[in-house]
């Protein structure tokens, strides 16, 4: 498997990521036992994303449920962060470039989690868990590095439109993002939705007040 990605087309990237059998152990993931570090370019990481979270349902035509995700987990999680997902908060990558991939993430639910979400797993819960855990954990400040606030900001938007889905568990997957990218106005929208007269069912109402109290593990 060649790490070196820096000639490859979007097609050879997505086979990259995503042609692995999915394994159910996480010390067994396919990303964990790459014999070279992955090379990307910034600007060719986050149009990869782009493109991918712009229509993430043409995944569905080559891989399965169980590789998306894990494919995801790698893109976004602990595997692949320094190749891809960090480069959100990369100033040498175009703001417009990186806004317009955050935008994106939502698709991602619409069209491909909220098909089958016992086939990925935890992904939908986890995915903004993933993403935004750098500001709970103060790796990230947004009232010290504009980079920081800016990225945040444009997070809690499509947060925020992903808090229009009627589906239980993209609701809870952004009440959960929400939380950990502890935005200033985290607190505010997740009342808002507990205030209104929605038909939540109980267990995201149930979520989204431990939320607010700080219990969103």
Not at 97 to 120: H, K, M, S, W
Request: net charge negative; charged share 30%; glycine share 6%.
């Amino acid at each position: 498997m060649n790490s070196d990605l820096r000639t490859a087309t979007y097609e050879e990237i997505a086979d990259f990521v995503f042609d692995h059998y999915p394994e159910d152990e996480v010390d067994d993931k396919w990303y964990w036992h790459l014999e070279e570090d992955v090379e990307i370019e910034p600007r060719q990481a986050v149009s990869f994303l782009t493109r991918l979270c712009s229509a993430p349902g043409e995944l569905l035509t080559r891989f399965t449920l169980r590789q998306i995700a894990e494919g995801v987990n790698f893109l976004f999680g602990p595997g692949g962060t320094d190749e891809f997902g960090d480069q959100l908060w990369n100033a040498d990558v175009p703001w417009p470039e990186r806004r317009a991939c955050i935008r994106a993430i939502p698709n991602l639910y619409t069209q491909v989690f909220e098909r089958d979400v016992d086939g990925i797993g935890g992904c939908a819960y986890m995915l903004w868990d993933w993403i935004a855990y750098d500001y709970y954990c103060d790796n990230r400040d947004p009232t010290r590095s504009a980079e920081d606030a800016r990225v945040q900001d444009a997070m809690f938007e499509a947060l925020v439109s992903m808090l229009r889905s009627d589906h239980a568990e993209t609701l809870r997957g952004a009440i959960h993002g929400l939380g950990h990218l502890r935005h200033r106005e985290s607190d505010r929208v997740i009342r808002e939705l507990l205030s209104s007269s929605r038909d939540l069912g109980p267990e995201v109402r149930t979520y989204a007040a431990r939320v607010l109290e700080g219990h969103f593990q």
